[in-house]
């Protein structure tokens, strides 16, 4: 989430060691590129003066936070880059009237996820044929060989529930919502194994979809509907778990917003788990699971700096053998991979996850791999042809859960 802060002194804090553009996945595959301290740091003093710096080019930074995770300094440069985009948007400059109406509707995540669901077997159908992945690679620059995931009957949370002493808020995501309901129930389930009463407010979009795309207002605008529902929770110090990582960050910082959110607790899924095993309060009741996986840790957790907390749970597991994919962003990054442009550079950036995926099953090393992110499940199930799954459902399966 984009918040003011002083331009200038965030600004000031880069040294210039291009640490930042060395360790961008951009970058590395796209030599027109001219990475993230030229757009951010360098660019931003002639923005501080008027002057609009590389219009065009910023729609290729990918806002995978790679930038923010390396720089010794701190710099928000991906805050820096999504407010010039924003503002090149509103003034017109750095895009055409096609990409505007593309962007617009990826923003929208929610949006057409409930249009999207009113008949999700008209639209999968759609989906899958290629006269109208062609009509909308035309019409709106959204690739046709792009990855468009799945939609299924909207998540319902209600009725799942058992009341407990302890509550936890739980925030679904538009993925989980629209396109993978039962991860949704799994991770309920979970919770409520562990003796918490789940709890899901009618909630929003998290905002990430309207940053990535350079709404930053409305997507501050939203982040405020999803707070004025939180506030009971917040002031009670109900936790707010989430097990997207995208949606995590966006919550994680929602703290910045106003005076309300400062005593948000908001967690990762296995974050939280990890918690309640170092305090002795996780049910390790665990059937013998004889499975290995590939685990890739996806931009957005890396961000959160909260290490891989699902890996060491599940190697609590036994039999479960989890191997550490460790080889960068998959290259999706929400909607960019999905943008005809940026399609061929999205999947030059995931190649290494993918042959590492590759060699891994062909070796025997693992049969699948998981992921707490739905977009990076999409992307290396396109890329490498194996399948991938959110983490909790080994959970799932360990506790003989249906």
Not at 289 to 317: D, E, F, N, W
Not at 324 to 331: H, K, M, P, T, Y
Not at 379 to 387: A, D, L, N, V
């Amino acid at each position: 989430m984009i918040y003011e802060q002083d331009r200038t002194e965030n600004l000031d804090a880069c040294i210039k060691c291009s640490a930042c553009t060395a360790m961008c996945p951009v970058a590395a595959v796209n030599p027109l590129f001219p990475g993230p301290k030229v757009l951010g740091p360098d660019a931003e003093r002639f923005r501080l003066e008027g002057l609009q710096i590389g219009a065009a080019l910023l729609n290729y930074c990918s806002k995978c936070r790679t930038c923010e995770i390396t720089c010794p300094s701190g710099v928000k440069i991906t805050e820096m880059i999504t407010r010039a985009q924003e503002n090149a948007k509103l003034s017109g400059s750095g895009k055409n009237l096609q990409s505007n109406i593309r962007d617009y509707l990826f923003g929208r995540a929610e949006y057409l996820g409930k249009l999207a669901t009113i008949l999700p077997g008209l639209t999968n159908t759609l989906l899958r044929t290629p006269l109208f992945r062609q009509v909308l690679e035309q019409a709106l620059g959204i690739s046709s060989e792009a990855p468009l995931p799945t939609y299924r009957k909207k998540f319902n949370p209600f009725g799942e529930g058992h009341k407990n002493r302890k509550q936890v808020v739980y925030f679904p995501g538009c993925f989980v919502t629209y396109n993978d309901p039962p991860t949704g129930h799994a991770i309920t389930k979970v919770l409520e194994h562990n003796g918490y009463e789940v709890i899901v407010p009618p909630f929003h979009c998290c905002s990430t979809p309207l940053e990535g795309n350079g709404y930053v207002r409305e997507a501050k605008e939203t982040a405020k509907k999803n707070l004025a529902l939180m506030n009971p929770y917040i002031r009670a110090g109900v936790p707010l778990i989430t097990g997207c990582t995208s949606c995590g960050t966006a919550l994680k910082e929602y703290a910045g917003l106003d005076v309300s959110a400062s005593e948000l607790q908001a967690y990762d899924l296995f974050e939280f788990l990890w918690a309640l095993h170092e305090q002795s309060e996780f049910r390790t009741d665990f059937k013998e699971v004889q499975v290995s996986l590939g685990y890739h840790s996806s931009c957005h957790l890396k961000a959160q700096g909260i290490g891989t907390p699902s890996v060491r749970l599940l190697r609590l597991i036994p039999g479960v053998r989890v191997t550490d994919l460790d080889q960068g962003c998959c290259g999706l990054s929400g909607s960019y991979g999905f943008k005809k442009e940026k399609y061929d550079t999205a999947m030059q950036i995931g190649n290494p996850v993918f042959e590492r995926v590759r060699h891994g099953v062909a070796n025997d090393e693992f049969q699948s791999v998981i992921t707490e992110c739905g977009g990076c499940q999409v992307q290396i199930r396109h890329g490498s042809g194996t399948e991938t799954f959110h983490p909790v459902w080994v959970l799932m399966q360990a506790y003989g859960l249906e």
